[in-house]
């Protein structure tokens, strides 16, 4: 078993390999495009991989496992960068050792290589939210965000939020916060955008629903219909589209 960051990176990516599907990837190429190579492998695949090394995993040091996710983050391989965002949820001690460098797309940083919705939303709700919301980044880092270039660093904005807001995640509410990056997004129709500024109201709903109400009634002329649909409906019956 390896415990050293660049040979389990190897060996996790060895198992994603392994879990291959050709016609999985195929899909993916259509269903979400990036620049990335796409193997194929499944989230469980994802999972499993990283069940299988879990002991290698917990004998690194807290540093080590965040350098961990970025060399996968970094390898070239999609499945890898997500496998990078899953292999950091929930562990606070390596959280703990990030900076607003590692966060960010440099080099070395986890935020990059994000071409594509399904890295949006792992990457902004698992990691970029949490370190927002623990204090590891300050509201400066979103801000140069909020308008990229880049649609999909601008909907990272909108995705961190689920970090802040979702119990799940360990959110309890941020309404201030989710305000301010929700009002940036008001004009914004890139789809993906669309449906994540949606995401975002309808969790921000969960904690502060008479403050996301109030969002929605200033901003109505403002919202996509997408948007006013599917927020009333969180609002009204507490699911996206009503009934369970």
Known sequence: ??????????????????????????????YHPTALTLCGASVPALRSALRTHRCALRALP???????????????LFEAAVLGHLLLDGDHAAFATLTPTDLDRGPAGLGAHVDNWVLTDTFGPLVL???WRTGVIGD???????DDADPWYRRLTLTATIALNTRARGGTGDSARTRWVCEAALDDRAPMMVKAL???LREWA????AAVADFCATHDA?????????????????????GR
């Open 198 to 200: 949606s995401w975002a």
């Open 62 to 76: 807290p540093r080590a496992r965040a350098d961990l996710a970025a060399l996968l983050v970094h390898s070239g």
């Open 1 to 30: 078993m390896t415990h050293h960051p660049e040979g389990l990176a190897r060996d996790l990516i060895a198992d994603l390999l392994r879990a291959s599907d050709p016609a999985r990837a195929a899909h993916g190429a259509c």
């Open 129 to 131: 939210g949490v370190c």
């Open 140 to 146: 400066g880092f979103i801000a140069r965000w909020l």
């Open 222 to 242: 403002r919202l996509a219909a997408l948007v006013r649909r599917e927020v009333r409906t969180r609002l009204e019956t507490g699911t996206k589209r009503g």
């Open 206 to 209: 969960g904690p502060d629903p």
